[in-house]
């Protein structure tokens, strides 16, 4: 059984993303990433979820829930296409 949360599973294709541009600088040459693992974080709540990713310029970062949005196969048949 895959251990998932908010429809994102270990083992899924991510992207990061934020409308607030600029903390999409530095991410933009490491999507897409890995999720490697979750665990609860805390925040305002006390039960946020955080991902480990493994970006693809190999580098590992914990990611808040909010700025991770998980690549569609749709999402790569198009990038390959064009």
Known sequence: ???CDQNICIGDLVNFY???GPFNDGYE???PGLV??????GGWSGDSMAYTVLW???TITAEHQGYLIRVDE???GE???S
């Open 1 to 3: 059984m895959k251990k």
């Open 18 to 20: 934020s409308g607030f």
């Open 74 to 76: 749709r999402d790569l």
């Open 56 to 58: 693809s310029d190999e």
């Open 79 to 81: 990038k390959i296409e």
């Open 36 to 41: 490697l693992g979750l665990k609860r974080r």
């Open 29 to 31: 040459s490491r999507n």
